[in-house]
């Protein structure tokens, strides 16, 4: 397993949030974690990533042991991280943008962005733009390429879908779906769109109240009565 997560318990203060997690991502897996506003997705992904330290149980990832590693760390081992809101650098143009995210590359910067840019033709266009003059669809495509740019080798992408319309949500899955066969993208994404879900992951996790009740098929949530039943969302 590349992520390996038993009885992770974590949570604000004294609020407890999470209440054991167990989850498993191989090699190549996309993992998809499905769940209402406020069920935990967001702090399952924090506390993957070392922003909100662990109470309770262990985390693995490719081989070490993590559970208590500053974020840092983590991503310096290969965890990448495109979080909610998607952090872009307002003021900063997208080229700007990404040779921030090749604090963590691998080769030389303009290598690292022309290489991650052959995947992401939208942006090549758009190099000088400031990151807060793009759409919301346009901003996670670029959180997305600036994450890359670090060359993660497990993805945790928080509701790449909020906000944004339709037509660029296409360009999103399409570019996942390239870039998981170009790269062999490893990857968990925690969402509340059902579409978005159904079409990427190969595992789909349901998450309530801090803990995973359920792993269903792709295929499964494209059923209105079992995700009724399941997460009591309707598509
Ligand atoms: N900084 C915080 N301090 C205290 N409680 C928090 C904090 N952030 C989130 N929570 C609480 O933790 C719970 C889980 O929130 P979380 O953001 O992980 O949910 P989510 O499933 O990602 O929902 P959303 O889709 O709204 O982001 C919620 O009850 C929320 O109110």
Redesign the pocket.
């Known amino acids: 397993m590349m992520l390996d997560v038993s009885g992770l318990c974590a949570g604000?203060g004294q609020?407890p949030?999470l209440t054991g997690i167990d989850l498993a991502v191989s090699p190549g897996g996309f993992v998809g974690v499905l769940?209402?506003?406020?069920?935990?997705?967001?702090?399952?992904l924090k506390a993957l990533m070392g922003y909100l330290p662990a109470t309770a149980g262990r985390v693995r990832f490719d081989g070490t042991d993590i559970t208590h590693l500053p974020p840092a760390s983590r991503a310096k081992l290969g965890l990448g991280y495109v979080p909610?809101g998607r952090d872009i650098f307002s003021s900063l143009s997208v080229h700007e943008n990404l040779r921030m995210g090749c604090l963590l590359a691998k080769t030389d910067e303009s290598t690292t962005i022309e290489r991650v840019l052959s995947d992401f033709p939208r942006l090549t266009r758009l190099l000088d733009r400031p990151g807060g003059a793009l759409s919301g669809g346009e901003q996670q495509l670029l959180a997305l390429a600036r994450c890359l740019c670090g060359s993660p080798k497990l993805i945790l992408l928080d509701?790449p879908t909020e906000g944004i319309q339709p037509s660029i949500v296409d360009e999103i899955i399409e570019t996942l779906h390239k870039l998981r066969q170009t790269q062999a993208l490893t990857m968990i994404l925690?969402e509340?769109d059902l579409h978005f879900i159904a079409d990427l992951a190969d595992t789909v996790l349901i998450i309530q109240k801090g803990t995973i009740t359920r792993e269903v098929t792709p295929q499964q949530i494209s059923d209105p009565a079992l995700i009724a039943e399941f997460v009591g969302m309707g598509p």
Request: hydrophobic share 30%; charged share 10%.
């Open positions: 604000y609020i949030i769940g209402h506003n406020g069920m935990g997705k967001t702090t399952l909610q509701e925690v509340q």
